[in-house]
């Protein structure tokens, strides 16, 4: 059964950080690229970062560049986004996805499989 599965979402206060990991099912994530996405409420899902499968090159949204980091672990078939310097508007639940063709895109469009999402919560 091919899954993704988040994890490490949680209430954290301005300016600190979380590690969200996306581990992969059913497949091997080597060849895919992923993505990392989020959904405020009432608000359009949006790219947060994306890792190819050939190169590793990476790729972010302008509101994380700098705070952000993608990372793929394949020996353990998991991707992390290490999110630092949180902010409120951070605030919205992250899902990663996985593209088969291997192409790094921050468009939602063409990803073959999702997660479930995880929430992160920033507040004081």
């Known amino acids: 059964q091919v899954q993704l599965v988040e994890s490490g979402g949680g209430l954290v206060q301005p300016g600190g950080s979380l590690r969200l990991s996306c581990a992969a099912s059913?497949?091997?994530?080597?060849?895919?690229?992923i993505g990392w996405f989020r959904q405020a409420p009432g608000k359009e899902r949006e790219g947060v970062s994306c890792?190819?499968?050939?190169?590793?090159?990476?790729y972010y949204a302008d509101s994380v560049k700098g705070r952000f980091t993608i990372s793929r672990d394949n020996a353990k078939n998991t991707v992390y986004l290490q999110m630092n310097s949180l902010k409120p508007e951070d605030t919205a639940v992250y899902y990663c996805?996985?593209?088969?063709?291997?192409?790094?895109?921050?468009?939602?469009?063409?990803?073959?499989?999702w997660g479930q999402g995880t929430q992160v919560t920033v507040s004081s």
């Open positions: 996805a996985a593209d088969q063709r291997g192409i790094a895109s921050m468009s939602y469009r063409g990803y073959d499989y």
């Open positions: 059913g497949f091997t994530l080597d060849y895919y690229a």
């Open positions: 890792i190819s499968s050939s190169d590793g090159s990476t």
